[in-house]
């Protein structure tokens, strides 16, 4: 036999096997065609997905080089279905955390030279209410919001009680506040309980 017979056999062959994989796969897709929808019904809720989902799984399973080679096609058929299904999913994921990112850009990127200006002078003038308060209070304040330490731990640094802690904090942050709206420091105080 020579060389060109063999490769005509194995031509032969592979378009045989290939011919039996095509069959193999029309009769998989006629029997559960109607049962892969229904459970990418279930994963993707969507019936355009979902169709496309199963067709892009039958294609995974048109391209194996050895089908025989799987025993269970249906079964794989499923799992390669799942995987796609699950895929899509993670990319929309990604996709909207990505939009979510680009938006938030965007917002950063809107700010105009007067909301910059406007924003320093709201943290001016909130420095300068922060020393306007009394030391305790001030310090309560700074270590609870800037240093992130609990009102107990606070307490101890102070030699106060929680409560005295949490007084002081709701004393600085209503001062902090009414002082940013533009209140003078004088209508601040009255307005603050004590």
Request: proline share 3%.
């Amino acid at each position: 036999m020579g060389t060109d017979a063999r490769e005509q056999a194995r031509d032969d062959a592979g378009r045989s096997g290939r011919d039996i994989h095509v069959r193999e796969l029309s009769r998989l897709v006629e029997e559960h065609t109607r049962a892969l929808h229904a459970f990418l019904l279930t994963r993707v809720r969507d019936e355009q997905e979902a169709r496309d989902v199963a067709q892009e799984a039958y294609v995974r399973l048109l391209q194996l080089d050895n089908p025989g080679a799987i025993s269970f096609l249906r079964a794989y058929l499923f799992k390669t279905a799942a995987n796609v299904a699950l895929n899509r999913a993670k990319q929309r994921a990604l996709r909207r955390r990505i939009d979510d990112l680009d938006r938030h850009e965007e917002r950063i990127e809107r700010v105009t030279p007067e909301r910059s200006v406007l924003a320093e002078e709201e943290v001016q003038v909130l420095r300068r209410a922060l020393f306007e308060l009394p030391p305790r209070c001030r310090r309560a304040f700074v270590l609870h919001r800037f240093m992130e330490w609990d009102v107990e731990k606070i307490a101890a640094e102070l030699g106060v009680g929680a409560r005295m802690v949490r007084n002081y904090l709701l004393q600085a942050g209503l001062y902090c506040q009414l002082r940013v709206r533009g209140l003078s420091p004088a209508d601040a105080r009255a307005k603050v309980p004590r």
